[in-house]
């Protein structure tokens, strides 16, 4: 089971840390993605973290202000979203899947409930 926190109504350019809590005791053997949908809008992939914390991918759009890490003893990961516009505001998600991770979200098998981002200006 996944739990998405962190997500609120912050104005333009702050920040955010969303945090992915899993009751999984195997947590460090899965690997976490992140993925957002904004109204009327599909899915889309936004960052992903390996199971070993390694391997690290983000969507351009997103890179230059995003940073994904996780801490396996504590069996959570974390979004640190930087320099929040406009664009940013969706649901945020982060499901797991066993061992590499991967963009697609059809590849991920358990999916938290969802966290809101919104932004003001």
């Known amino acids: 089971q996944l739990e998405d926190s962190g997500g609120g109504l912050v104005q333009a350019g702050a920040s955010l840390r969303l945090s992915c809590a899993a009751s999984?005791?195997?947590?460090?053997?899965?690997?976490i993605g992140w993925f957002r949908q904004a109204p009327g809008k599909e899915r889309e992939f936004v960052a992903y973290?390996?199971?070993?914390?390694?391997?690290?991918n983000f969507a351009d759009s997103v890179k230059d202000r995003f940073t994904i890490s996780r801490d396996n003893n504590k069996n959570t990961d974390y979004l640190q979203i930087n320099r929040l516009n406009p664009a940013d505001p969706a649901i945020y998600y982060c499901?797991?899947?066993?061992?590499?991770?991967?963009?697609?979200?059809?590849?991920?098998?358990?999916w938290g409930q969802g966290t809101q981002v919104t932004v003001s200006s």
């Open positions: 973290i390996g199971w070993r914390a390694i391997n690290t």
């Open positions: 999984e005791r195997t947590f460090s053997s899965y690997s």
């Open positions: 499901p797991a899947k066993y061992y590499r991770p991967g963009r697609d979200p059809r590849e991920y098998d358990y």
